[in-house]
C-alpha cells in the first residue's frame, strides 16, 4: 500500500509519471537513489540510465509523493533502514537497465527486501498473458 505522507530514512517512495510509477530509495530530501539518465531528462533511455543520487525535488520533478506502507509479511523481510541505504549506495553508477528485468521497481526492492520484483511488470504480464 501507498500513500500520500512525509518520507523517513530508508523508505521506499514513488511518484507517478502517468502510465507507470517511478520508485526510489528515500535517504534524506537531498538524497533519493533511483534509475535515471545521467542530466535527469524527462525521458528514460534504457541505455544511459543509471542508478543515480538526486534531491527529492528532482525525483519528484513537481509529481505527487507516495510512501510504501508494509504489510506484516513484508515486516519480517524488510531491512533496517540503514541497510537499505547501505545496498543503494553500493549499486550507484550501475546501468543495465531492462523494463521487465532490471527497472527503477526492481531496484527498490532488491535495496528493501533483496530480492529484485517489480509488481507494475507483474501486473502487466499478467493481464497480457494471464499470468508468468
Given amino acids: 500500500m501507498w500513500v500520500k505522507k512525509s518520507p523517513s530514512f530508508g523508505d521506499q517512495i514513488r511518484v507517478s509519471r502517468g502510465f507507470y510509477f517511478h520508485h526510489g530509495i528515500y535517504a534524506t530530501d537531498k538524497s533519493v537513489y533511483h534509475f535515471a539518465p545521467p542530466g535527469q531528462t524527462d ?8 542508478i543515480i543520487e538526486t534531491s527529492l525535488e528532482e525525483f519528484l520533478k513537481d509529481g505527487t509523493l507516495e510512501v510504501r ?3 506484516e509479511e513484508e515486516l519480517k ?3 533496517p533502514p540503514k541497510e537499505i541505504i547501505e ?5 550507484l553508477g550501475e ?3 531492462d ?12 535495496c528493501t527486501f533483496g530480492a529484485k520484483e517489480s509488481n507494475q ?12
Fill in 87 to 91: 545496498c543503494a549506495k553500493s549499486h
Fill in 99 to 110: 523494463i521487465v528485468s532490471n527497472n527503477c521497481e526492481h531496484f527498490s526492492n532488491l
Fill in 121 to 132: 511488470v507483474e501486473a502487466v504480464l499478467s493481464f497480457l498473458f494471464g499470468g508468468r
Fill in 43 to 50: 525521458a528514460l533511455d534504457p541505455s544511459t540510465a543509471r
Fill in 77 to 79: 523481510k524488510k531491512r
Fill in 69 to 71: 506502507v508494509y504489510t
Fill in 95 to 97: 546501468g543495465n537497465y
